[in-house]
């Protein structure tokens, strides 16, 4: 398990008794003791913040962990990440109620300072991770914040009419999964273009934020303490009307070999599909089943490749596949069976040299060694 924050306000071992608890019922797939481990700690003096980031997030990780190592199915993965979304909606009306809108000494100004003004926390479009946002909203709320959570998966025009509508303070995006990059970079572009800071915050930002800098978030923050730090200090205020095209974000996108391999994605898996039944006798033999999976391999491949083209980054690439890598030897599969079809997409995209660069990083970065194919010559 990820070691504790030490945080002044609940005691460490009430903190570590109830992760403890909560860990046994959640393995255990038992709502009811879980609920009593985290109301317990709580009737004993733990701070309902320190439950939320101190006892259910860590344990959550461990969860994911699990998963990783192959010591979690994933049913029981969603079965603990349910219980513990109940669990946060039940803690949530402990929470004490913020003043309402226009009360005397708020203001639900852009950029407002402050717990005053109210606070959207979104996920963003194609993110449906929705967890750490909530414990965010949670956390906020418990600051005296007014906080307008819209969950998991957050269509980009619709987010931006609901802004246009409330005109919130801030809006806090929330993205787990690095492929939803793009979306993210078009939602805070957008807000910012009708006057609402953005604070951006997820594992897909990057440990160090570097994502969220890159595209142009107001502010990064790397956990939920973080974040209603920034946001009580109030965040910088975007000149409303200015819209900030995404070559001035990302001029290397300015050779399409993003878009080329985003646009092309489903005719690149059909064809490294064909090649790897071509090149592997083995697949003969597979169930229907077996082919879906791999296809959805290779199109998560495809993905982070066209995310890291996006970033101008091959280590989002190379750090995927060899998370991908341990995911599969925890499974008895060697990280190299990734490597026949990095080889076939490095033939597919031969004409792009950054892809074709990042793949041969990839494939570097799984044990692979055939050599990548040389630059078709200009026509």
């Not at 009306?93 to 950029?111: K, L, V």
């Not at 915050?201 to 978030?217: C, E, I, N, P």
């Not at 791999?294 to 495809?302: K, L, P």
Request: aromatic share 6%; hydrophobic share 45%.
């Amino acid at each position: 398990m990820t070691p504790p924050t030490t945080v002044a306000g609940s005691d460490g071992a009430l903190l570590e008794r109830a992760r403890r608890h909560l860990w046994q019922a959640v393995g255990a797939r038992d709502e009811y003791a879980a609920g009593r481990a985290v109301f317990t700690a709580l009737d004993d003096g733990a701070d309902l913040e320190d439950v939320l980031l101190d006892v259910i997030a860590p344990v959550q990780r461990k969860v994911g962990a699990e998963w990783a190592a192959n010591r979690f199915t994933v049913a029981q993965e969603h079965a603990a990440t349910a219980i513990h979304d109940r669990i946060i909606a039940a803690l949530a009306h402990r929470t004490p109620e913020p003043p309402p809108a226009g009360a005397a000494g708020t203001s639900d100004a852009p950029g407002a300072p402050g717990p005053s003004g109210t606070v959207t926390v979104a996920c963003v479009d194609g993110e449906w991770h929705a967890l750490p946002a909530r414990i965010l909203a949670e956390v906020l709320r418990r600051r005296g914040f007014r906080v307008d959570f819209l969950g998991a998966q957050v269509p980009t025009p619709h987010l931006i009419a609901h802004l246009h509508q409330t005109a919130p303070a801030a809006l806090a995006l929330s993205s787990s999964l690095p492929t939803r990059l793009p979306n993210a970079h078009t939602a805070i572009t957008a807000a910012q273009a009708i006057g609402v800071p953005v604070l951006a915050g997820g594992a897909a930002f990057g440990t160090d934020g570097r994502y969220a800098r890159q595209l142009g978030a107001d502010a990064w923050a790397p956990d939920a303490r973080a974040a209603a730090d920034v946001l009580a200090r109030g965040l910088p205020q975007p000149r409303t009307g200015a819209v900030r095209q995404t070559l001035e974000d990302l001029p290397h996108l300015d050779d399409q070999e993003y878009t080329m391999v985003s646009r092309s994605k489903r005719q690149l898996v059909k064809n490294t599909l064909a090649g790897m039944e071509g090149r592997l006798p083995a697949m003969g033999a597979y169930t229907d089943r077996q082919r879906e999976r791999t296809a959805e391999d290779i199109a998560h491949i495809v993905d982070f490749l066209a995310t890291a083209l996006y970033t101008d980054d091959p280590g989002l690439f190379t750090g995927f596949l060899r998370w991908t890598g341990d995911i599969l030897q925890a499974r008895g599969v060697p990280a190299q069976v990734l490597d026949p079809g990095l080889a076939l997409l490095q033939e597919e995209l031969k004409d792009f040299p950054r892809a074709v660069g990042f793949l041969t990083q990839g494939r570097t970065a799984i044990g692979g060694d055939t050599p990548a194919p040389e630059p078709r010559p200009d026509a």
